[in-house]
Antibody, heavy 116, light 113 residues
């Protein structure tokens, strides 16, 4: 069974940093492109970024609102996806989901609250 | 940027009746590789999103056949032939053809009237 489990969310002050993790199981993680998607409270879905598999170059792409502040990485030896979030803003407050490349598998999400 | 526009944003439906959600894109979603990267997602209250269809009309495993996806170019539709109580939630279309890589519609909230 495919499972994605996010962790690392919490309360952080504006300008602060946070690192989210997504533990994957039930599929060949190393061969899978992975996404981060977020959802602000009461709002819709917003794609954050993607990382390709290492065999496909391991490159990353980001949505404009987070480019230069967020970094996606992966540790295939640990079957884990990461989202490093720096220079956080109040508008980054959201539930952050990891999803596989085709978005047919999603985690349960982890809440990030940016507030002073 | 490609803009995805859904309508209606709120959809009250009587149990057993049909429902239809429209999704329009500001540019054609036909990719140069011949595919149209338009997905539909369902998000039930308190749950994570779940993909229902990929590439317009390919139904995901476990999705009841009362759901159907159709369309081409810039105009797409999600239909439910007979709404059941478990269908309550928010439905999103999403394009994967143009940059920004993935763009979602605003969401359509389906509720039972």
């Amino acid at each position: 069974e495919v499972q994605l489990v996010e962790s690392g969310g919490g309360l952080v002050k504006p300008g602060g940093s946070l690192r989210l993790s997504c533990a994957a199981s039930g599929f060949t993680f190393s061969k899978t492109w992975m996404n981060w998607v977020r959802q602000a409270p009461g709002k819709g879905l917003e794609w954050v970024g993607r990382i390709k598999s290492k065999t496909d170059g391991g490159t990353t792409d980001y949505a404009a609102p987070v480019k230069g502040r967020f970094t996606i990485s992966r540790d295939d030896s640990k079957n884990t996806l990461y989202l490093q979030m720096n220079s956080l803003k109040t508008e980054d407050t959201a539930v952050y989901y990891c999803a596989n490349g085709g978005q047919d598998a999603w985690g349960q999400g982890t809440l990030v609250t940016v507030s002073s | 940027d490609v803009v995805m526009t859904q309508s209606p944003l709120s959809l009250p439906v009587i149990l057993g009746q049909p429902a239809s959600i429209s999704c329009r894109s500001s540019q054609s979603l036909l990719h140069s590789d011949g595919n149209t990267y338009l997905n539909w997602f369902q998000q039930r209250p308190g749950q994570s999103p779940r993909r229902l269809f990929y590439k317009v009309s390919n139904r995901d495993s476990g999705v009841p056949d009362r759901f159907s996806g159709s369309g081409s170019g810039t105009d797409f539709t999600l239909k439910i032939s007979r709404v059941e109580a478990e269908d309550v939630g928010v439905y999103y279309c999403m394009q994967g053809t143009h940059w920004p890589l993935y763009t979602f519609g605003q969401g359509t909230k389906l509720e039972i009237k």
